[in-house]
């Protein structure tokens, strides 16, 4: 019989239960699937939501590395050159950051509105977007961003993390949950269809977080 899998999620929970920052993702999560099942939220909405929280995780990225004390850049290179961990390097790789994951969701704007476009031209749910909906939700991941980001910061200074590794993981992180409220987007759109995605997409928004703190975590103490 298989046990890993019991295992993984029970180690899973306690990691949630012990680290507040998942407590409040948790919750920021559960609020967005209350109210979008109660008023029968639209694909377009949901996806508008998704791409504001994906917003705010790299806004809080780009001000954690520029708020590096001491980092490592092991493994990264420019012009086949080492970089050094130097104030410079931190500004320079922290605004590189800022424009390529801006220019990420930039294009992925378009899309959206593209799709949004389509959709109420052709009548289809995922054309409705509740405004009103997507403030409430964004304020909320906002919030909870905003506290996961002050909680973390003093173990951030009380370790020297890969700034390559710091740079990847948003990208890491909100992969999972996009594919899931795409996918799900394409399907017929019902409650048992938005409950479904939206555990999926909790799951995986949760999961990652964890694996980025994870092994962010690892990371060596300041000489």
């Not at 295992?7 to 990691?15: D, K």
């Not at 780009?62 to 493994?75: A, C, D, H, I």
């Not at 390559?164 to 799900?184: Q, S, W």
Request: net charge positive.
């Amino acid at each position: 019989m298989d046990i890993a899998a019991p295992r993984l999620s029970a180690r899973l929970a306690q990691y949630v239960r012990s680290d507040l920052s998942s407590v409040s993702l948790l919750a920021s999560n559960l609020v967005t699937l209350g109210l979008a099942l109660v008023q029968n939220w639209s694909a377009g909405t949901l996806l508008w939501i998704y791409w504001g929280q994906s917003v705010i995780i790299g806004f809080f990225n780009f001000v954690r590395m520029l708020l590096l004390k001491e980092f490592s850049t092991e493994g990264l290179k420019s012009g086949g050159k080492s970089v050094d961990p130097t104030p410079q390097a931190r500004r320079s790789l922290a605004f590189f950051f800022l424009f390529h994951y801006g220019g990420f969701h930039l294009v992925y704007a378009i899309f959206l509105v593209a799709l949004a476009v389509k959709g109420a031209a052709t009548g289809t749910a995922g054309g409705s977007l509740d405004l009103e909906a997507m403030g409430l939700c964004l304020a909320v991941f906002f919030v909870n961003h905003a506290f996961s980001f002050m909680y973390n910061l003093r173990s951030d200074r009380q370790r020297v993390m890969n700034i390559g590794t710091l740079m990847v993981f948003p990208y890491a992180r909100i992969l999972p949950m996009h594919l899931t409220i795409i996918f799900g987007s394409m399907l017929p759109w019902n409650r048992g269809v938005l409950l479904l995605f939206l555990s999926l997409k909790t799951g995986a928004d949760l999961i990652m977080h964890v694996i980025e703190h994870a092994a962010l975590g690892e990371s060596s103490p300041p000489s």
